[in-house]
């Protein structure tokens, strides 16, 4: 949340949020604004081989989700 938080901040994020946790420096969009264009995020996932089966099975839910591709 904290990471969240900060690229709010600093300009390189937008996040949902509840309306009274919305710093005063933020601008909200709403239903009648139009986001910035969204920027591709690559993001990777590890696994460890001896790692519990819930951990495996998450990381395929998510690639079978999402462009992600499991190496």
Known sequence: MLAMVAAVHVGIGIAPMIART????????DHATNPPESARV???FYVQLNAPG?????????????????S
């Open 54 to 70: 819930e951990a495996h099975h998450l990381v395929d839910f998510v690639a079978t989700q999402t462009e992600l591709r499991r």
């Open 22 to 29: 919305i710093p005063a420096d933020c601008r909200i969009f």
């Open 42 to 44: 690559d993001i990777d």
